[in-house]
């Protein structure tokens, strides 16, 4: 079976584009309630940017704090109750933020038109109806959480997404403007990101024509970025990293991850650590699976002089071992692309905990 995946509607891309968004959220007004709920990164309250939010005095501006990372199904259903209790649904949701508020709005918009606790959904398309429409304007820019057909929710029992092809945003708003701010270990974290998308996407059974093409073109810009005579935080390559997102997230919803990620989702399940940094700490590891990619990028954290934390599992217990390595084998999907469909015969939670013990 071949993938049969939903894309973003549509996309602005552009340096100022953030100015269209009144006309884009003015042509929904007739929807629902009539309403915008604007989720806002905490970050920009009281900067510019909060006055440049095209909010009428009927619409609800929310700022969130986006920490702890992952928005939890709670954060999601407390939203949701509040603004229907208090306005009904909006004609839109509009998340201005990170790759959190990318996931929030995401599962805000599909809580509005489905029922009860939003952990009942949490998992590959349980969602019945879609959502409100959405728009994300990501402020950061890696996880391709704006392309993403996943809102990824921590919940009381479980860190899992809502799945369906109604996750995906009606519209985003490219603005590179958005993401000048960033500092500059999330900015790198968060880029290598995309890089270790690509790569994963690439090397695994699943890579087809169509997730190399976006693979490869998200390389080439994340070489430009990151090794570059040009390389760094500057106006060029913020709109070639806000692009590089966008394909390496293309590519991966047409191939898969692969170990890198299922060792990142181990580390952010039982030590809390956050997605991007998470893929850092495993990638420098796995050489023996990844040997090109791993080899570029310890040049670009040689280029940025970033210090990434090793020996970590000297710390860590055996049980912390076993639970992250049981998190990652788990990953089933992940390792099957990466190791090929016999990969049982070679991958064992022992094999798995010798990795975590690498860290
Ligand atoms: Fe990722």
């Known amino acids: 079976m071949h993938k049969n995946f939903k894309g973003t509607e549509k996309t602005v891309f552009g340096r100022g584009s953030f100015s269209q968004l009144g006309t884009i959220v003015e042509e929904r007004r007739g929807e629902n309630d009539g309403f915008m709920l604007y989720l806002v990164d905490n970050y920009f309250k009281g900067k ?16 969130i704090d986006v920490d702890p990372e992952e928005p939890t199904t709670m954060q999601v259903d407390t939203i949701r109750d509040d603004v229907k209790g208090s306005k009904g649904i909006p004609a839109a949701v509009i998340g201005i933020g990170g790759g959190s508020i990318m ?7 599909l809580m509005f038109t489905n029922e009860g606790p939003s952990e009942e959904y949490q998992g590959l398309n349980l969602i019945k109806k879609p959502g409100v429409y959405h ?21 009381p029992v479980k860190k899992l997404g809502l799945k369906c092809e109604w996750t995906v945003f009606n519209q985003i708003v490219l603005d590179p403007e958005l993401i000048e701010t960033v500092p500059r270990d999330k900015w790198f ?35 430009d970025i990151y090794l570059g005579d040009k390389a760094g935080q500057n ?16 590519s991966l919803t047409y191939s898969e991850v692969g170990i890198v990620h299922a060792l990142s989702y181990g580390l952010s399940k039982i030590l809390g650590e956050k997605h991007c940094i998470a893929n850092c700490i495993a990638f420098q590891h796995l050489s023996d699976y990844y040997p090109e990619g791993v080899i570029e990028f310890e040049r670009m954290i040689a280029k940025h002089a970033i210090t990434l934390p090793k020996n970590l599992s000297k ?33 064992t939670l022992d094999v798995v905990k010798d990795l975590f013990r690498r860290l």
Request: aromatic content about 6%; some cysteine; proline content about 2%.
């Open 103 to 109: 996931d929030l709005a995401k599962a805000c918009s």
């Open 135 to 155: 728009i994300g304007v990501p402020t950061v820019s890696g996880t391709g959480a704006e392309v993403s057909m996943t809102a990824v929710l921590t919940g």
């Open 189 to 223: 974290y968060t880029g290598m990101d995309t890089y270790i998308h690509c790569i994963e996407s690439r090397d695994g059974i699943l890579n087809n024509a169509y997730s190399t093409a976006f693979g490869d073109q998200a390389l080439a810009l994340c070489r």
């Open 315 to 347: 710390t860590w217990t055996e049980d912390q071992i076993t639970a992250m390595a049981t998190v990652a084998i788990n990953l089933e999907h992940m390792w099957n692309h990466a190791i090929g469909t016999d990969w049982k015969k070679t991958i």
């Open 235 to 250: 106006a060029e390559n913020n709109e070639k990293l806000m692009v590089a997102s966008l394909m390496g997230g293309l």
């Open 48 to 63: 510019a940017l909060e006055k440049r939010i095209p909010a009428t005095a009927a619409d609800i501006v929310q700022f």
